[in-house]
């Protein structure tokens, strides 16, 4: 896709889900140490408005980074109006795209510690020269954003929904690690399912398969309540994905359920058994199964081998039993079945 078409897309879907820090630390305290030393790209992130810029610029100190990027792109329908971090900012004219840059965060304000106050000394201050306006757009396809891409070590961010898989082919083709929050119909992405199948990404340590609380513009009708005066609305496939090591992917499941025919029948259209359920699996079946795709939530590829899905593999493309289609099935083989 071209980058005129990807905005395009962009200015035709509601994409405006601003991440709560709640869920943002709840997430990435799990990967404090692999920040050290690192370089962070947020892409997708205005820096008076994100959280994610909010959560590195606090706590680039604590995490020893190296640098902190930021970009927004021109034409964000909240820039400076809807989610100010720093309040003044709601009266000051709306930017258009710029990037921030931050290899360090002193205490400015004197008061002993790194805060919030700190930050906001240091994107006003024109000695530290941390705050440029772009060229082009800001999209995180533009050629300025691939360059800073490419000098980041992790990237991450909240990137729009209706972009996830341009922007996954992105990071993945320049070799980045990642921690990004997407849609759980990503995994039916041909190209996403390649991925696990390779175990080069997997799901994080939150949320998978129950959602979270996003915050949106004043102008969107569809939200779910009001807290603190904004709008929240609740995206309920919404969960974490990243290529960094997740503990929870390494520790193989207790299988302790036995085959029968009886209670796992095979697919009519497909060589492969039928489990219902990531619990149901049978630790004794050396053949294909069939199992829900929330599996690969709990997918350790030393337990594990990944052989494709139903609609990229089964005739028909569905998987049936006695002639009923039932639900989508991610095909799998034990590699340490447990044979009497």
């Known amino acids: 896709m071209a980058r005129q078409d990807l905005a395009k897309a962009k200015d035709a879907k509601r994409d405006e889900f601003y991440t709560q820090l709640s869920d943002i630390e709840k997430e990435l ?19 008076y408005e994100s959280n994610f810029f909010k959560y590195f ?9 190296k640098k902190l990027i930021a970009t927004c792109y021109d034409g964000s329908p909240i820039a ?6 720093f309040p003044e900012a709601e ?3 709306k930017r258009k795209a710029y990037k921030v840059e931050i290899s360090e965060v002193p205490d400015l304000d004197g008061n002993g510690s790194t805060d919030l106050t700190d930050v906001q000394l240091l994107l006003k201050s024109s000695a530290h020269n941390v705050k440029a306006e772009l060229k082009q757009n800001g999209s995180f396809d533009s050629p ?6 490419k000098e980041a070590d992790i990237v991450v961010t909240n990137p729009p929904f209706s972009l996830f898989k341009e922007f996954l082919s992105l990071v993945v083709k320049y070799d980045k690690q ?10 039916h992405y041909k190209e996403m399912f390649s991925l696990f ?6 799901t994080g340590y939150t949320n998978f398969n129950v959602g979270m609380y996003f915050q949106v513009p004043d102008t969107y009708e569809k939200f779910h309540h009001i807290e603190n005066g904004k709008k929240m609305a609740r995206v309920s496939t919404s969960c974490w994905y990243t290529n960094l090591p997740v503990l929870k992917h390494k520790e193989e499941l207790i299988l302790i359920k036995h085959y029968t025919p009886e209670e796992y029948p095979t697919y009519d259209n497909y060589d492969a058994i039928n489990v219902n359920t990531y619990t149901d699996i049978p630790c004794d079946y050396e053949g294909v199964m069939g199992v829900p795709i929330t599996f690969l939530d709990k997918f350790a590829p030393s337990q594990f081998e990944i052989l494709g899905t139903s609609t990229f593999d089964m005739e028909k493309g569905a998987p049936y039993i006695k002639g009923k289609r039932i639900y989508e099935r991610v095909l799998i083989r034990n590699k340490k079945p447990q044979i009497s």
């Open 29 to 47: 305290v799990h990967y404090r140490d692999y920040f050290r030393g690192k370089v962070v790209f947020c892409n997708c992130d205005d820096p």
């Open 57 to 65: 610029a606090l706590n680039f100190n604590a995490l020893g980074l």
């Open 80 to 85: 400076q109006q809807e989610l100010p971090l």
């Open 91 to 93: 009266t000051e004219p």
């Open 144 to 149: 300025e954003s691939i360059e800073l891409l």
């Open 178 to 187: 990642f921690i990004i929050i997407g849609n759980t119909n990503a995994l």
């Open 197 to 202: 199948q390779q175990d080069k990404i997997r």
